[in-house]
């Protein structure tokens, strides 16, 4: 477990008090179609996931004039270790060059950075990377940035049961107790909200195992878009089409 995970319950207390907004306060985000759109003019697959990296800092900048606060975007999953060396190889490099690059800016702007996912694949220079970036903007409370990097839903849920049945061994848990509020508190995401929305870009209208748990009662939005063209406007389009919406959680107004 990071050390985010351990200091801030206090945060997710405060998103799920928050008032209800028009508009979503958790975007979540499956950015696809780097591979695709870097095809498409002739190029490697890296140099779309060049372009997605790019166009990941015009969406972060914009949340915040949308009401945005929390935003989640899936960089990694653990099924994308199935693509050939030499793209994953590049994309650990992006990885590290995009959290080295950025750490500054996004510091700058109270962006608040946590990565969600299994740590144990990944290279010891890109965990340092990750964690000298959690501890940069740990005291932010502008936009909070999760990145979700090595993850699947499943996956995280396997952890996570993991982890509960560990403290019902030690006498921790009292296992009648267990309800569907309890294995929450166990996700990677046990500090932030349920996303509200939850985009894929790229036409593909499947959620690839991302934010299984979280995302019960979100919104779903499949858009044609490749992610590298996916603009701020977009995302505006896509929030207020989310404000329209009417949300009753399985209830039926009266």
């Known amino acids: 477990m990071s050390s985010w995970q351990k200091s801030d319950r206090g945060d997710a207390q405060d998103a799920s008090s928050a008032p209800r907004v028009d508009g979503p306060r958790h975007v979540a985000i499956i950015m696809d179609g780097n591979g695709r759109w870097a095809q498409a003019r002739g190029r490697p697959r890296l140099f779309g996931h060049h372009a997605g990296a790019r166009r990941v800092r015009e969406v972060v900048e914009c949340c915040p004039a949308l009401g945005v606060k929390y935003l989640t975007i899936f960089a990694f999953s653990t099924e994308n270790w199935k693509r050939t060396q030499v793209e994953v190889a590049g994309l650990m490099s992006l990885f590290r060059r995009y959290i080295a690059k950025e750490m500054k800016a996004l510091a700058a702007k109270n962006v608040r950075v946590r990565f969600i996912g299994d740590r144990v694949r990944l290279d010891a220079k890109l965990i340092q990377l990750m964690d000298a970036l959690e501890r ?93 063209d996916f603009t701020s406007e977009e995302l505006a389009r896509l929030c207020r089409n989310y404000g329209s919406r009417d949300r009753r959680f399985g209830a039926v107004k009266t």
């Open 136 to 228: 940069e903007t740990e005291a932010n409370d502008g936009t909070h940035l999760t990145i979700a990097l090595n993850y699947g839903g499943r996956d995280e849920v396997a952890r996570a049961t993991k982890r509960l049945a560990q403290d019902v061994a030690a006498g921790k848990l009292d296992p009648e107790s267990v309800d569907e509020e309890t294995l929450p508190r166990y996700l990677d995401t046990h500090v932030l909200p349920d996303p509200d929305l939850v985009i894929r870009t790229s036409g593909e209208a499947r959620i690839s195992n991302f934010l299984l748990w979280q995302s019960a009662y979100a919104e779903y939005e499949f858009i044609d878009t490749l992610w590298p």
